[in-house]
């Protein structure tokens, strides 16, 4: 059997100086096709979570792996170049069209302007795009929905086999964001990749995730499938099912 | 005689003056700015020499640019009567204003960007070229105004110390008891001091637009 895409064993995090661990113990493996809704409150280690798969924090204990390969093992910019990154809107980078935006890990990885370029508007069309009209725009000069596609764009160009989305979906309005929703889970079909998908919404994590990941106070008190997780008897399940 | 005529009678020697007031600023902040960007830059990357450099930068601000005048010229290489010693003064003067406005400007970029930028596998240098720098750019600019804006100033004194520019009028006058005389040095100054801000806040705002 081949390894799974991401897997994370026994991994903590606790800030330099700080006793209590922000992440604790958290394991759990990812495959390609899935997603994982990694659902918690605000504080609960989702994000600090996606961010040790990234190395923007190092896990103080546990090993995350990827692909087979220990992650502590990676040279770091060839990890995350290899890993797609989604944040809120704000991750855009203002002075850049969106061409540019989408196109900035191939830049960095040096393609030819020409692949690079087809590759731009391959992503564009994908995420509902028109590349001849919004290719050369700035990210001002977009919608907050708009945005968030060139994002989810943007982390697909270097065909990375594996996607962190931190609340992708956050600062949208909410039909947009239905929209968006819908729109993404059919995405998911077509691309067959791993994805780690974190959120606060339990909606959006039922929707968008082929399991979901449970956090609270940074452990991982429930992991299973959306199924699963209308049934548990966990009583963060239940708060979380109530909202 | 009235300045019209004192400039219609001396135009060769005020129009010489003039250059040398232009190249004192001038020389002085780009080196200046070769300087302070660059050391700007590395107290980001080195947040524990920040008090001090700025610190540093900040004690030659308060000398008073006369005695700073006065205290180089035994100085040997950097020292010495004329236009040399002048520009390391006026280097002096304007690297605060260029140092804190890189480092306020690059600290100032958007968290949330930078980290977009490392979590997509930029590196540092990347990451500084590619978004701090065009980011920050109208900040540091600002710096380079300031700088250049009381660089136009400062540089009246340096004919103190036998540097000229338009401080040669000045001093003549004053030491003759000459209005005509002050007014023929410190005009142009005021006004040249005033188009280079008027022009370099131009091209700052430019480049905030973007």
Redesign the interface.
């Known amino acids: 059997m081949s390894a799974p895409v991401l897997e994370l064993r026994a991994v903590s995090y606790a800030r330099p100086g700080v006793g209590r661990e922000a992440v604790s113990g958290v394991s759990f493996a990812l495959d390609a096709g899935e997603t994982l809704a990694l659902l918690g409150r605000s504080g609960s280690g989702k994000t600090t979570t996606l961010k040790l798969v990234n190395r923007l924090l190092e896990p103080t204990r546990g090993e995350v792996w990827l692909n087979g390969r220990r992650t502590a093992d990676l040279e770091v910019t060839a990890l995350r170049r290899g890993i797609g990154y989604v944040i809120q809107e704000i991750g855009l980078f203002p002075h850049f069209t969106v061409s540019a935006n989408v196109g900035l890990v191939p830049r960095l990885e040096h393609w030819p302007a020409a692949r690079a370029l087809a590759r731009v508007r391959e992503l564009l069309t994908l995420v509902g795009l028109d590349p001849d009209t919004f290719a050369g725009r700035y990210p001002h000069q977009l919608s907050g929905g708009q945005r968030q596609r060139v994002g989810v764009a943007r982390a697909l160009a270097a065909d990375p086999p594996l996607l962190l989305l931190d609340e992708p979906f956050g600062a949208l309005d909410p039909v947009t964001r239905a929209e968006l929703q819908r729109e993404f889970r059919a995405l998911e079909g077509k691309l067959g990749k791993a994805m780690a998908f974190v959120t606060h919404d339990v909606r959006e994590a039922l929707l968008v995730g082929t399991r979901i990941g449970l956090m609270q106070d940074g452990r991982l008190v429930f992991l299973g499938t959306p199924d699963e997780f209308r049934a548990s008897a966990h009583p963060e399940c239940r708060a979380f099912l109530a909202a | 005689m009235n300045i019209i005529e004192f400039y219609a009678r001396n135009a060769r020697e005020a129009i010489g003056l003039l250059g040398q007031h232009l190249v004192l600023v001038g020389i002085s902040t780009l080196v200046a700015a070769a300087i302070g960007m660059p050391l700007g830059v590395a107290l980001t990357r080195r947040p524990r020499w920040r008090g001090a450099v700025l610190g540093l930068a900040n004690v030659f601000q308060t000398i008073p640019s006369l005695a700073l005048f006065g205290f180089l010229i035994p100085l040997p290489f950097i020292g010495g009567i004329g236009a040399r010693t002048a520009i390391v003064a006026l280097v002096v003067y304007a690297l605060l204003p260029i140092i804190r406005n890189t480092y306020t400007g690059i600290t100032g970029v958007?968290p949330?960007?930078r980290?977009?930028?490392?979590?997509?596998?930029?590196?540092d240098r990347?990451l500084l070229w590619?978004?701090e720098l065009?980011?920050s750019a109208p900040v540091i600019l600002a710096g380079v105004r300031i700088a250049t804006v009381v660089g136009v100033g400062t540089a009246t004194i340096a004919a103190a110390i036998g540097a000229g520019g338009l401080g040669v009028y000045i001093f003549r006058g004053v030491a003759t008891v000459n209005d005509t005389l002050i007014l023929a040095g410190a005009l142009p100054a005021a006004l040249l001091a005033l188009l280079a801000d008027a022009g370099l806040g131009l091209v700052e705002r430019r480049l905030r637009r973007?």
């Open positions: 958007d949330a960007v980290e977009a930028g490392l979590g997509m596998g930029m590196r990347e590619l978004v065009p980011l973007t």
